[in-house]
């Protein structure tokens, strides 16, 4: 079945680094957007990042803008976040998520209808 | 890239009928046909209910429905069902390939 599962949360100093992983299953990976989005405990969604289907363009939100890369591999069917200078106000749960249609150009326009459960991401000194 | 304003609760009996509103700007629900809205469950993953303002994902229960007008969204859930208390957030193109979500909506069916 179509499935998405997060890895890579966990506890990290700010200032440091982390990558976060989703291994993709069940659907042709190539073929779809990808997204990142993340919510603060006891908060909202808040979207984060878009990687284009073929890998050809990425967007990001003002605020990781510089500081977190969206990237994917085809032959391992794994989405990526590799997140820079993190800040406390980076904690939060980050789920990957799949566009609804293949071969878009769209950042999560048409709806995002497959998401992970959520790796967890705390800043803290 | 501010989020969409939507009611923090609303509340329902079973059977009755609830609407949840998400307002945005002429530059995101107001300037594209592409409001979506996600159930959440506590502790688990977003769901897509509704995609560009009125469609229905294949296995969404028609008493889910989407609407807008002008700068407004609404989601509207007929024949309330326990299993409906969930937190519902709204989601619009902001353009310049920006996404935007509302705070959310906490609905409680009584």
């Known amino acids: 079945q179509v499935q998405l599962e997060e890895s890579g949360g966990g506890v990290v100093q700010p200032g440091r680094s982390l990558r976060l992983s989703c291994a993709a299953s069940?659907?042709?990976?190539?073929?779809?957007?990808m997204h990142w989005v993340r919510q603060a405990p006891d908060k909202g969604l808040e979207w984060v990042a878009v990687?284009?289907?073929?890998?050809?363009?990425?967007y990001y939100a003002d605020s990781v803008k510089g500081r977190f890369t969206i990237s994917r591999d085809k032959s391992r069917n794994t989405l990526y976040l590799q997140m820079n200078s993190l800040r406390a106000e980076d904690t939060a749960v980050y789920f990957c998520?799949?566009?609804?249609?293949?071969?878009?150009?769209?950042?999560?326009?048409?709806?995002?209808?497959?998401w992970g459960q959520g790796t967890t991401v705390t800043v803290s000194s | 890239q501010s989020a969409l304003t939507q009611p923090p609760s609303a509340s329902g009996s079973p059977g009755q009928s609830v609407t949840i509103s998400c307002t945005g700007t002429?530059?995101?629900?107001?300037?594209?046909?592409?409001v979506s809205w996600y159930q959440q469950h506590p502790g688990k993953a977003p769901k897509l209910m509704i995609y560009?303002?009125?469609k229905r994902p294949s296995g969404v229960p028609d008493r889910f429905s989407g609407s807008k007008s002008d700068n407004t969204a609404s989601l509207t859930v007929s024949g309330l069902q326990a299993e409906d208390e969930a937190d519902y957030y709204c989601?619009?193109?902001?353009?310049?390939?920006?996404?935007?979500f509302g705070g959310g909506t906490r609905l409680t069916v009584l």
């Open positions: 998520a799949k566009d609804r249609l293949r071969l878009t150009i769209s950042p999560g326009i048409y709806g995002m209808d497959v």
């Open positions: 069940g659907f042709t990976f190539s073929s779809y957007g």
């Open positions: 990687i284009w289907y073929d890998g050809s363009n990425e």
């Open positions: 002429s530059s995101d629900v107001g300037g594209y046909n592409y």
């Open positions: 560009e303002v009125t």
């Open positions: 989601s619009s193109y902001a353009g310049s390939n920006n996404l935007v």
